[in-house]
RNA sequence: GGUCCAGUAGUGUAGCGGUUAACAUGUCGGUCUGUCACACCGAAGAUCGCGAGUUCAAAUCUCGUCUGGACCGCCA
């Protein structure tokens, strides 16, 4: 028989109607003289009662949780309702019970608040996958994906697909590798983005190419970190960086609009990278809070504390952020736990001040004179109870360590509404950053677009060089990034100098994209965004796994299919691998 | 590669040298005509992840190992 409703759709409006409904038992309640079963399926939950006088009574006691069931009733209202169900109203009264198919006890609970362990989840993922807030969380994905692609047709874009089987690249993630048959001892490489050919198609004349890409990094993982995740990946030719961050922007608030009915009037807010690091310690900094960095370094070098003048001398930096009611939320303990936190990121120490009826006490105060006190106090907002955080050291540990914590404190003190979504705009990256072994590595990749006025930094200074480069950032996730791309023979050749990439390795690595800017290639640039971190952001979410039907744990296992797996011998000969242990 | 946490009935937890291995839920049986976390009564269900060691005695302590998780490194 043809379904006639979901089992989410049914109102007081059907009473008296016939219907057939399919789904899965999800709880069934036997009261003895009368019988309820609360019938699940993606939609949504109805229920069906069973009256003793009934024919079908004593099948329907047969039935048992995850048993697939169609039924066919009528729809009455409920002599008692449920408010909490939005067919509370009503039950459907079953005349016709066919059951489509049994279900052994199954390992793991069905239900939203079951709080079963990851690994039974994952082994049972299809079970998983069953729960309500999982099947939202795909309805959103796909919501996402429908809005995304919904935009950017009718901004003319075109979907185009790139190669998975493709060429391993020297700089960046590790390469999932994939061995070829045809030509032994050779292997294709899985892209970690299809970077190079979206290029390509701008060359090949598309001017707008997006494509919701499958990438694949053989990194280890982390909560918010799959082995294989997907990009919207966007690519334009003859726009600028502002125009460009003008389309994603227009882009996020039709998301946002269509899949959580939230406009956005205003332009996302833009800073730049020195910014974002001098007030945030991040480069992607959540702006839902305040909780600044502020530098004392002025003020600390004044003092006879050994630890920041030494440290000072040495070229490092003094900073602090303040945490409003700090006194009363961190005890000595809870500071300890906090010190512990940030040594997590070199930070050898975390020093502090209470500030308590208008004056600074513990810690560190005995360090400073009255007056360097009253200094101190007009650097910041203070108000009764606060907490200073201090850290000091080289200005890239003072950063991490300082922006970690803020954003560690703000999680602990739920400082943050998963409904306010902060949008921001992280501008003038660097185009190098300068590593312990005094290499030149790029901050955003090889063919990012040095700024006009920065080019000729790219001989002398390289490290001082801007680049066209733009991140969009939401509660401390990197959303996504993107740049305008080199398309100048002359500037990618000098770029690949200053990352000391020999000639033999352009050419051997990178030579068909050289090539390529030979024959009329266009000014181009673009962006990826994380899809799955968007999706993670909506659904509020810190946990990867919740936005990916089958995803990996934390060694890149499956554990419902038990990939990866190993080869038999014949596969492997005719790979021509031999396995060495 | 490193640090930390966890592994005990189907599921989630408690127990932390001697227990009949406890509790909840689920399962099975019974009572029950308005439940929706139904209620009540009863029952079954566990080589305490695996391997060694210490001990008169190990779920409990030690070492190793495996699995999962969080984080650091890593992720242009």
Not at 114 to 122: G, P
Not at 296 to 313: E, G, H, P, Q
Not at 325 to 346: C, E, M, P, V
Request: aromatic letters at 10%; hydrophobic letters at 35%.
């Amino acid at each position: 028989m043809k379904r006639t409703h979901t089992n989410n759709e049914l109102r007081l409006t059907n009473t008296k109607e016939t219907v057939v409904l399919k789904g899965w038992v999800a709880k069934k309640r036997d009261l003895g003289g009368l019988l309820f079963i609360d019938l699940r399926d993606r939609t949504g939950i109805t229920q069906l009662a069973f009256n003793p006088s009934s024919t079908l009574y004593e099948k329907a006691l047969t039935l048992k949780n995850e048993y697939v069931i169609e039924v066919t009733g009528t729809v009455i209202e409920r002599q008692s309702k449920n408010d909490k169900l939005p067919t509370g109203d009503i039950e459907v009264t079953v005349t016709k019970l066919t059951i489509l198919n049994t279900s052994k006890q199954p390992p793991i609970y069905i239900k939203d608040d079951a709080d079963t362990l990851e690994d039974t989840r994952l082994k049972y993922r299809y079970l998983d996958l069953r729960r309500p807030t999982l099947q939202q969380n795909f309805q959103v994905r796909h919501q996402t994906a429908q809005a995304v692609r919904e935009f950017l047709n009718n901004e003319s874009f075109l979907e185009i697909e790139t190669p998975i089987l493709t060429k391993s690249t020297p700089e960046g993630a590790r390469d999932y590798v994939v061995p070829s048959r045809v030509n032994k001892g050779a292997f294709y490489a899985l892209p970690q983005s299809p970077q190079i050919f979206k290029q390509l198609l701008m060359v090949g004349g598309f001017e707008k190419y997006y494509q919701i890409a499958k990438c694949f990094r053989d990194e280890d993982l982390r909560s918010d970190r799959q082995p294989e995740f997907t990009q919207i990946d966007i690519e334009t030719s003859f726009l600028n960086q502002a125009e460009i961050m003008d389309i994603t922007e227009r882009m996020m608030k039709h998301v946002m609009k269509k899949v959580k009915n939230l406009e956005f009037k205003d332009d996302f807010p833009i800073i730049t990278y020195k910014e974002a690091m001098n007030k945030y310690g991040t480069d992607k900094p959540d702006t839902r809070f305040d909780m600044q960095l502020v530098s004392l370094t002025d003020i600390a070098a004044k003092t006879d504390f050994k630890v920041f003048t030494s440290n000072i001398d040495n070229g490092g930096i003094v900073k602090a952020i303040n945490v409003k009611n700090g006194a009363n939320l961190y005890s000595r303990k809870g500071i300890d736990k906090l010190t512990k936190f940030a040594k997590k990121f070199d930070a050898k120490g975390l020093a502090f001040l209470r500030y308590q009826n208008n004056a600074f006490n513990g810690g560190i105060t005995k360090f400073f004179t009255d007056e360097q006190l009253t200094e101190l106090e007009s650097k910041f907002d203070l108000t009764d109870n606060d907490l200073l955080l201090v850290v000091s050291d080289t200005e890239k540990v003072v950063h991490q360590t300082l922006g970690q914590l803020r954003a560690h404190i703000a999680k602990e003190q739920n400082l943050t509404s998963d409904e306010d979504y902060d949008f921001l705009w992280v501008v003038d990256w660097p185009m190098f950053e300068q590593r312990e072994d005094k290499k030149y590595y790029s901050l955003h990749h090889p063919f990012t677009m040095v700024k006009d006025e920065d080019l000729e930094l790219l001989d002398k200074d390289p490290e001082k060089a801007l680049a066209y480069a733009y991140d969009l950032v939401v509660q401390g996730y990197e959303l996504g990034g993107g740049s305008i791309r080199i398309h100048n023979k002359e500037v990618q050749n000098k770029v690949f100098d200053v990352l000391g990439v020999s000639k033999a390795d352009q050419r051997e690595k990178f030579g068909f994209l050289l090539d390529a800017l030979n024959y009329g290639t266009p000014p181009h640039g673009g962006i990826a965004l994380g899809f799955d971190r968007l999706i993670m952001v909506l659904v509020h979410t810190t946990n990867i796994k919740d936005v990916v039907a089958f995803p990996k744990t934390a060694s890149g296992q499956c554990l419902l299919t038990k990939a990866p797996g190993p080869l038999s011998d014949e596969q492997l000969s005719d790979l021509g691998i031999k396995i060495s242990k």
